[in-house]
């Protein structure tokens, strides 16, 4: 058993312990209602040992008849965000009164009495340390009884647990600060320890994943990028985009190739099985969301899911006012952006922990899951703000929850925690110079075609919409419904439309262009990044052709002050990174002048030098500024924690890993690095592991 539940109270007094709970609450539910019918004129309860009564066979009803509705109605649960599940337990609520008292309580009486209960619940619950885990247990246990048999070893499984976005220096400064009480106390305990590590450049989630799950991220610029021999913009929110991107990457021999699952992440690195994971949620064979029926089998799992993101949805709305009216710098965050929050912070978390749970108990021999929440959260409110250190609290709870059941695995298991990349705090490009990264492109352009710079579709909506995908996939009549009615929500390319409809459009417009109808001019931002290309002339742009299309353009980019510097490849030089006040040739390292990216890292010049290899790199590859002494970066979107570049602590994520693994022989640089790194580490426990053909050879 791992070291981390060495302090963990024997099992006779944590089963004890989970009884006492569950009658308290049981208790606090009847209070609940006892005091709920002496309000609502509708509910006739006359006694608290009646409310008890309700209570209990409200609880037999949910146990018998709730699971035949999940069964049946799985995607309309959860595509309900709950609603579905409040009205069934109105219904129960309302059939329970009336077997136990004989009364005709009415339906708007029983919806008030669900509801009052249900938060009520969610928040005893919560305190009392009650959260439904041990009934989703056993719901699983009954349901895998033979696959546990097959899965029964000593060799320790391994679950991946990623935080997105989390860079290495906010993660220590949240142990200190008690934001991660469970990773503090594995650290104490010395059944962990940090491992830092740098990633690529893109230092984004499309290209880390791709390079931390299949070990190869090649040829992957941004999160967006325009190929210009295809006239195709690609996109790593997009569910026929990633799924190209796998089938680039992928040799078969992925970190989860034999026998794991993928739950919630972008690419599925090679997993037999997986859930809400974007590359291949169109693949019926790999792609189920009948993995999430267990945790829906709970009556109030769903509706409790529901509160808690009402609840998150409060609190957004609390932490943006206080912003403003603090005068900190800030963006614009409302719309459907508090919807959209809860949907990743509380929905994508509760959905990823469940399904972690049951590969527990099933035993799978090893399981990798993104939780989006911090990522999302510190890119609109900071990295380091309240709000997002608040998430990465509750994230810190969901790896207690699984720490919990490990002892019901018929396998030891090793918790790592993880990052993909970090985030670098700064205010936008736009707020400090009051125009945009194309707009500054436009004005020193020369050309006839214009400049097309199609909005970012946030990351968050090409989540949604592969989530709908696959709940649309599945083949209950809650299945097909759920297809009919996300059809006009959901792209042709599985990317959620919501806000970020007219984004799509121009993608598309962009992508089905003819050759002669393509824009002079293509800018996409990713992070502090920024990627010019220029579709009409075929191949990649020299600095001298460049020049002489668009005298000046070049020049004025890097002269900019809000911008550290701008690559290009030149015809005399090779490629060369130019700055404000000096330049720096990637081929034999000289510097003219001030060195560009002095600021940006020991590395930055391999990594420039790398990016310039990719066929798909643009003819203009563009950094916002980096401002050591402030230790933050000029992104070109609307973030206030932005990554996708260079510089700061975006390239620096980290792994918590078990202290019994070795120490790596050197600094772990790139995502494919730590890919193979991790095969390692399963190896030396004893878990088989597919070779890579480079690792053969």
């Not at 647990?161 to 469970?182: K, M, N, S």
């Not at 019994?660 to 494919?672: F, Q, R």
Request: charged share 20%; aromatic share 6%.
């Amino acid at each position: 058993m791992p070291a981390a539940l060495t302090n963990q109270p024997p099992a006779r007094r944590r089963l004890f312990g989970f009884v006492v709970r569950v009658i308290a609450l049981g208790l606090i539910q009847a209070l609940t209602l006892w005091g709920a019918a002496a309000i609502i004129p509708e509910i006739d309860v006359p006694s608290f040992v009646a409310a008890l009564d309700v209570v209990i066979v409200l609880a037999i009803f949910g146990s018998l008849i709730w699971p035949l509705i999940t069964r049946l109605l799985l995607p309309l649960t959860v595509v309900t965000f709950g609603l579905l599940s409040l009205i069934a337990t109105t219904a129960m609520v309302w059939l329970s009164l009336s077997v136990v008292d004989q009364s005709q309580p009415t339906v708007l009486g029983s919806f008030f009495v669900a509801l009052l209960m249900t938060v009520v619940s969610t928040i005893a619950g919560t305190l009392l340390d009650v959260d439904g885990d041990a009934y989703h247990l056993r719901v699983v246990r009954r349901r895998m009884r033979k696959a546990r048999g097959a899965n029964e070893t000593d060799v320790p499984g391994v679950i991946f647990f990623e935080i997105d976005g989390l860079g290495e220096q906010v993660l220590r400064e949240a142990v200190a600060a008690g934001y991660a009480p469970t990773i503090a106390r594995w650290l104490a305990d010395g059944s962990h320890r940090i491992v830092g590590w740098e990633c690529d450049l893109s230092s984004q989630t499309g290209a880390s994943q791709a390079g931390l799950l299949l070990g190869s991220n090649e040829n992957m610029p941004a999160f967006r990028w325009y190929e210009k021999e295809r006239g195709v913009l690609m996109v790593s929110s997009s569910v026929a985009d990633t799924a190209e991107m796998e089938r680039r990457a992928s040799t078969g021999s992925g970190l989860l190739a034999v026998g794991g699952t993928s739950r919630g992440n972008l690419l599925s690195g090679d997993a037999p099985r997986a859930s809400a994971t974007l590359s291949v949620v169109r693949d019926k064979q790999r792609s189920h969301s009948s993995e999430f029926f267990a945790f829906f089998s709970d009556p109030s799992g769903m509706t409790r899911t529901l509160v808690l993101s009402v609840h998150d949805m409060m609190l957004e709305k609390l932490a943006y006012w206080r912003q403003i009216r603090s005068g900190q710098e800030h963006v614009h965050r409302g719309g459907v952006y508090p919807l959209l929050r809860a949907a990743m912070t509380v929905v994508m978390r509760e959905l990823n922990t469940a399904t972690l749970l049951a590969d527990i108990v099933e035993g799978v021999p090893v399981a990798y899951s993104t939780y989006v929440g911090y990522d999302e959260v510190a890119h609109h409110s900071g990295i380091r703000a309240p709000d997002a250190l608040t998430v990465l609290r509750r994230l810190d709870r969901q790896l207690l929850r699984l720490e919990r059941a490990l002892p019901q695995a018929p396998r030891p298991y090793e918790i790592v925690v993880l990052s993909d990349h970090g985030q670098s705090q700064g205010r936008p490009f736009r707020q400090r110079c009051g125009i945009t990264l194309d707009e500054v492109v436009e004005q020193a352009c020369t050309g006839d075609g214009g400049v097309s710079a199609p909005p970012a579709v946030a990351e968050s909506w090409g989540e949604i919409g592969g989530w709908l995908t696959e709940l649309g996939n599945d083949d209950s009549a809650g299945g097909r419904m759920v297809a009919r009615a996300t059809r006009s929500f959901v792209g042709d390319d599985g990317v959620a439309l919501g806000s970020g409809r007219e984004a799509q459009e121009q993608h598309q417009a962009i992508t089905n262009a003819a050759e002669d109808e393509r824009p002079e001019v293509i800018v996409l931002a990713s992070g502090c990044l920024g990627l010019i290309s220029f579709p009409r002339t075929p191949g990649r742009l020299t600095l001298e052709e460049i020049e002489r299309q668009h005298p000046g353009l070049v020049a004025s980019l890097a002269a900019h002050p809000d911008i550290g510097w701008v690559m290009v490849r030149s015809e005399a030089e090779g490629a060369v990174v130019l700055g404000a006040e000096g330049s720096y040739r990637l081929s034999n390292d000289s510097v003219n002048g001030v060195n560009p990216i002095a600021d940006f890292g020991a590395n930055a010049a391999d990594h420039l030098r790398r990016h310039d290899s990719f066929s798909h790199c643009p003819d203009l590859l563009v950094s916002g500024a980096y401002l050591p002494a402030e230790d933050e970066i000029v992104p070109f979107e609307d973030f206030m924690g932005s990554h996708g570049g260079l510089g700061g602590a975006q390239m620096h994520p980290f792994a918590v890993v078990p202290s019994s693994w070795s120490e790596s022989a050197e600094p772990i640089v790139g995502a494919a690095t730590m890919h193979r790194q991790l095969k390692s580490w399963m190896a030396e426990g004893g878990l088989p592991i597919v070779e890579t053909p480079a690792a053969l050879n």
